[in-house]
Every structure is written in C-alpha cells, then in structure tokens.
C-alpha cells in the first residue's frame, strides 16, 4: 500500500457514518420502555434517509398485576 493509499483511507475513516437524522440517534442508543405503558419504541434500527443500520437496546421494564414485589 502507498502512503497516498493508506492515508485516504484514514481520512475516510475519520468522516461522520451515516446521515444527519442517524448520526443523531448514536447518542440515543438505550431506550426504556415499561411495559403495557408505551411499548412503541421512538425509532426503528434502519435510518429512513440512508438506510444505515444503527443498533438500539431496549430496557423493558415488566409490570405485575399484583402490585410491586
């Protein structure tokens, strides 16, 4: 690899992944959700711009009938 090669490719590394709109969501990467309460999560894994993949995790938190434990 020339250093010509090698060094655009850690320019290119370097650039933002991704859209504004998931770019955005990188920051917002746990959601908590209670459940029966709001289980719709505020957004998908796949951007709707650019179609780029970005992971969310989810923390459910359960609900008994009962009353709290």
């Known amino acids: 690899m020339t250093s010509t090669a090698g060094r655009l ?13 998931c770019r955005s969501w990188e920051a917002s990467a746990f959601q908590i959700v209670v459940q029966g309460a709001d289980e719709e ?4 894994e796949v951007c709707p711009a650019c179609g780029r ?3 969310l995790t989810l923390i ?4 008994r009938e009962d009353g709290p434990a």
Do not use: D, F, Y
């Open 9 to 21: 490719i850690r320019l290119e590394e370097r650039m933002p992944k991704g859209c504004t709109t």
């Open 41 to 44: 999560t505020s957004r998908g």
């Open 53 to 55: 993949h970005v992971p």
């Open 60 to 63: 459910v938190i359960g609900t």
